[in-house]
């Protein structure tokens, strides 16, 4: 492959656009771009029920998008679409194939990319669903990092009267099926970037969502992120750690600042990315302004965010990090464009994970803003209109002013009370920004001053200090289990987090149901187990126990405070067919104004199914005045008035709705204009509008949904035909309802994995119709185990089994349902093979998952290790299973061999899943030199040295704080052997050496410090050695009596993914073995005396 860099070529604008240019104006273009490009491999066929996935602090759930956990090695000249905005002074480029991401951000009057330019598609796995790339800016919803980030969107391009160009971006959120449009603007009179975003809930239920913007920006020794200067503190993810900024004033991530910052001044300074060694993250905690950014010292440019603080609290800072990890991940994510930083904005959130909530049918609406700086240095103070630097040094100051528009007289003060100690006049603009020094007649600090930009009769903008907040802000805790909980309140206050947070390992229910326990009719505590059950697929349990906080919340009060009950009653009563009760209960709902929208909505479809479209048109009506924006309500007001035979009012409707808001699907539905670039959109439409009363709509919707293709979003087709002979049936049309689901059975089922409440009831139709249908039993088995309902879904597994299924997604999820409850590991085995033998024997996914059972059942490891060479050398294409594999060959004495397939391979590591391959590297290098050490001393010492910086290609980097105590020893022994005593006590005493400025919290003691007990006794300190040995005991009493739980504040748990983890069994074992050690230790230093 060659490794030559291409930059982006961007082309000219075409000659109509130049001319807008030329004018002042904005160009706007659509034209694709060529951008060399590794694409990801083919999604895996087989879904991932993730439910226990620590990812980026709160749930990794990815099911139903399609995982990808390869990249292909080659790098290809791809092209791209693309959308060009260019005024006089910014040019963009927006990617619409990549979640509408902004690509590049392009200060032309200083050629300087102020958002970092990515030369290359180079993903790596960090998303959600595995791919993810680097640079630009990144629109995160509603989680992080954006599920949707490697899908395309759709795009409609907007030019305002003012000559200001909007380029719209729109989809509906591949997981909870939310829509999401954000809009870039650019006007010919600023330099401002403006992000538009609508959010909306266009489900029945609430949902929690963040918005995060994540802009990168190229990094290096002197690129500085500066915040408001009145933030004193930052902190970790979930608050669960706080520093001091700019100057670190404790260890954080494990990095000791303060020392750092004695031994070399400035090191301390976490705002300086070359000072940030490790993979870092740190948010603001409190501030009363609204901007941050970033500034390259060398390039004397950056950028300025500006955002309504009051909606939009999040100012972010993360880094690879400065050091051996950070610069493996530079190498997988770009081909030479280097390290960047991450400056990321959160609105309706201030930390991650921070999720706040959308009701149903509820739209937020909200703006961000960016524009480049110069010569300024780091703003200290910013609005829309400029942005000023301020730096004194005792008696001298530097001001600098750079506007985002232009100015021919704007009035520049800086003064010390009632004193100006200086005023300038300047004609200032975008790229021409204002910058003087002054000498100060008496020494002053920046907070003694105040400096005030007026212009065009206003203020511009003013710096002054603001009061230090007193005190530290608080930290996070773990709260207690349910047992140990006081109150009923706190309960439910927990359960509630639990659930808005998505909280990987800590389930919302158990608090739930405690509550419920100590009192039966607690009506919060009933609603939250309601809406569990609702979402399970349960409506049955979840209407008893809204049965009982309806109770509860009449008893006294016949119109509570909130109708969040009556309304989610009145959704499981529709499900359930009993809509009269489902009509009475959204009329209740509708006293609450909160929830008008969406008991008005119901109210207009239940109507229309009654066969009273004017009704439905009198609900919908009111629903639109609820809320103006509803395209919902909109919907329902078209397909009623079609109802009533007024076409032509429909149709006017339609089109003005569509003129405010072109990329909503269900309106273009109801025009017959809806081609989506998802698939399964056309069957989401298909629901909504056979639910909504246009069933003929409905069914050619879920006809055209049955002829799609597999692809990245998935498949819906099969479900589109279960869904259309439902549509079918309920149209008293059994014939063709029979026929549709033959084509169910007949479809490429391929990356069909069925989700939502439609779905499950499409499938439970069919099945009804058809007991012996293995497809829709398989498939409604699927459904079941990404819902949590295990045992359920190991009975329609086992029942598609027993029809004659011939899937081995089928069999595959047999076996991951028995394993997961505690099934005979036997028979799941057994799943494992005849899967295997459908599949044709060489499924590398399914050869590492029958391993790990394999290691549940208790197999030794030649019986793993025959079971894996069975399939071939192509099973091994998947890292995981290589480095299993090559794990096994070290137990087994082969590590010569598991060192050549670790040389053979490059790897690419899930983020937070860093640090396996050097592991079992380390491993076997160290049991070859051991073997070396007795006949060629000089290979094991020119191996263990060739392996201290470890290879490129096994993709990742020592964090300062691992433990390499095993590899030094065993060097020093080498150089020992080789009669060098001074080389083999440097080598020893580098063993021993492992906690310092970049691992000042100390590492985790593990069975690798043994290691460190021997380097001592090595270099004849058998006091430290006793140490080190009284060390593993420690920790082994600590392991002994630690909660069987995961660590609450996890931020990645890879591990933690497809079966069941015996955490109190492996701490138990690893309690075991650092006795074990420990006594061994003392029996070697015995021996030694």
């Not at 694409?39 to 139903?64: I, M």
């Amino acid at each position: 492959m060659s490794t030559v860099h291409h930059p982006i070529v961007l082309p000219d604008a075409p000659a109509a656009e130049r001319a807008r240019l030329d004018a002042g104006g904005v160009a706007c273009w659509e034209q694709a771009i060529t951008i060399d490009t590794y694409e990801p491999a083919e999604p895996d066929r087989y879904p991932l029920f993730l439910d226990r996935r620590v990812y980026q602090g709160s749930s990794g759930k990815v099911y139903p998008i399609p995982f990808t956990d390869r990249i292909l090695p080659e790098r290809r000249p791809r092209e791209w679409r693309a959308i060009h905005l260019e005024n006089r002074w910014v040019r963009l480029v927006l990617l619409p194939e990549l979640g509408g991401r902004i690509h590049i951000g392009y200060d032309k009057t200083r050629d300087y990319d102020f958002f970092y330019r990515n030369n290359v598609i180079k993903p790596a796995l960090v998303g959600l669903a595995g791919p993810w790339i680097s640079g630009g800016v990144e629109f995160n919803w509603p989680q992080h990092h954006r599920p949707a980030t490697y899908l395309p969107v759709e795009t409609h391009l907007e030019r305002h009267e003012d000559g200001s160009v909007t380029a719209w971006h729109g989809d509906l959120d591949p997981l909870q099926r939310m829509r999401a449009s954000h809009g870039i603007r650019l006007r010919g009179d600023s330099s401002l970037i403006e992000l538009e975003a609508r959010l909306v809930n266009r489900t029945d239920v609430p949902q929690t969502f963040l918005w995060w913007a994540n802009v990168a920006a190229r990094s290096h020794d002197r690129y500085q992120s500066f915040f408001p200067t009145d933030v004193r503190y930052v902190a970790d993810h979930a608050r669960r750690a706080i520093t001091a900024f700019p100057r670190a004033d404790r260890p954080y991530y494990g990095v000791d600042y303060p020392a750092l910052g004695a031994a070399r001044a400035g090191a301390d300074r976490i705002d300086l990315s070359g000072n940030v060694r490790v993979p870092t993250s740190y948010m603001v905690t409190d501030t009363v302004d609204d901007f941050f950014g970033g500034y390259d010292h060398d390039e004397r440019a950056g950028f300025v965010h500006w955002a309504d603080r009051a909606i939009a609290p999040g100012k972010k800072m993360w880094t690879w990090g400065n050091g051996e990890v950070g610069h493996a991940w530079d190498r997988h994510l770009t081909d030479g464009d280097g390290p960047y930083v991450e400056l990321m904005a959160g609105v309706f959130t201030d930390n991650q994970p921070d999720f706040t909530w959308l009701r149903p049918g509820e739209t937020r609406s909200f703006r961000q803003y960016w524009y480049p700086i110069q010569d300024i240095g780091p703003a200290v103070q910013a609005t829309l209109d400029a942005a000023v630097g301020l730096e004194v040094d005792g008696l001298g100051a530097s001001v600098g002013v750079a506007a985002t528009a232009e100015h021919a007289d704007v009035r520049i003060e800086l003064r010390r009370g009632a004193a100006v100690l200086g005023a300038w006049s300047a004609a200032i603009g975008p790229g021409r920004p204002f910058t003087a020094t002054i000498e100060l007649d008496e020494p002053a600090t920046r907070d003694d001053l105040v400096l005030v930009v007026e212009g065009d009769g206003r203020e511009l903008v003013r710096w002054s200090a603001r009061p230090a907040a007193s005190g530290e802000p608080w930290v996070a805790t773990e709260p207690p289990a349910p047992a140990e909980i006081a109150s009923s309140d706190e309960l439910v206050v927990t359960g509630r987090h639990l659930a808005q947070y998505r909280h990987p390992t800590r389930a919302a229910e158990p608090y739930f149901a405690e509550a419920v326990r100590r009192d039966a009719g607690d009506a919060r505590a009933r609603l939250g187990l309601a809406r569990l059950a609702y979402d399970r697929g349960e409506p049955e349990a979840a209407l008893e126990h809204l049965e009982a906080a309806l109770a509860r919340e009449t008893r006294r009060n016949l119109n509570p405070e909130h109708a969040d009950v009556q309304l989610l009653r009145a959704l499981v009563l529709e499900r359930l067919g009993r809509f009269a009760e489902a009509a009475d209960a959204f009329g209740k709902a509708v006293w609450d104004g909160a929830l008008a929208l969406p008991a008005l909505l119901g109210r207009a479809r239940l109507a229309l199914r009654a066969g009273d479209a004017r009704r439905s048109l009198e609900f919908a009506e009111q629903a639109s005045r609820t809320d103006a924006s509803s395209t919902q309500a909109v919907a329902a007001r078209v397909v009623a008035l079609r109802a009533l035979g007024r076409d032509a009012d429909a149709g006017s409707l339609l089109s003005l709705a569509r003129a405010a808001d072109p990329l909503d699907p269900l309106l273009a539905a109801l025009a017959d204009d809806l081609d989506p670039v998802d698939p399964r959109t056309l069957l989401t439409m298909a629901h909504e509008l056979h639910r909504l009363g246009d069933r003929p709509r409905g069914i050619r919707l879920a006809e055209r949904a049955a002829g799609t293709s597999p692809g990245r979003f998935g498949n819906p087709a099969p479900l589109a035909s279960y869904a259309l002979a439902a549509f079918l049936d309920e149209a008293d049309e059994p014939g063709r309802a029979a026929a549709a689901r033959t084509a169910a059975r007949a479809a490429e089922v391929r990356l069909a994995f069925p989700a939502g409440l439609d779905d499950l009831d499409a499938l439970r139709a069919a099945l009804a119709a058809e007991p012996g249908d293995a497809r829709a039993a398989g498939l409604l088995g699927c459904w079941l185990l990404d819902a949590g309902r295990t045992a359920d879904a190991l009975v329609a597994l086992e029942r598609s089994i027993a029809g004659g299924a011939d899937d081995p997604v089928v069999w595959r999820n047999a076996a991951v349902a028995l394993v997961n409850t505690g099934g005979d590991l036997d028979v799941a085995d057994e799943r494992y093979a005849r899967a295997l033998d459908l599949a044709g024997g060489q499924d590398a996914r399914l050869v590492y998952e029958r391993d790990q059972l394999a290691s549940i059942r208790g197999l030794d490891a030649p019986t793993r290790i025959a079971g894996i060479e069975a399939a071939g050398p192509e099973a091994l294409v998947r890292d995981d299973l290589a480095v299993e594999y090559a794990g096994l060959l070290v137990d087994t004495g082969r590590a010569a061999d598991a060192l050549d397939l670790l040389d053979r391979r490059t790897f690419q590591p899930f983020e937070g899943g860093e640090g396996r391959v050097i592991a079992v590297f380390d491993r076997a290098s160290a049991a070859v030199a051991g073997d070396l050490l007795r006949t060629d001393p000089r290979a094991a010492r020119d191996l263990l040295a060739a392996g201290v910086a470890v290879p490129e290609r096994l993709g990742e980097g020592r964090h300062p704080a691992e433990v390499v105590a095993e590899r030094f020893v065993l060097l020093g022994d080498a150089e020992a052997a080789l009669g060098d005593r001074p080389a083999a006590e440097a080598a020893w005493r580098r063993a021993c050496d492992v906690d310092g400025p970049l691992a000042a919290t100390g590492h985790t003691v593990s069975a690798r410090d043994a290691w460190i007990g021997t380097a001592h006794l090595r270099l004849g300190e058998p006091e430290e050695a006793e140490r080190v040995w009284a060390a593993l005991e420690a920790r082994a009493a600590e392991l002994e009596a630690s909660a069987d739980r995961v660590d609450y504040f996890a931020t990645s748990l890879p591990e933690l993914l497809l079966f069941p983890v015996d955490t109190a069994e492996r701490r138990a074992a690893e309690a075991r073995e650092l006795r074990e050690l420990a006594d061994a230790g003392r029996r070697s230093m015995e021996a030694a005396a």
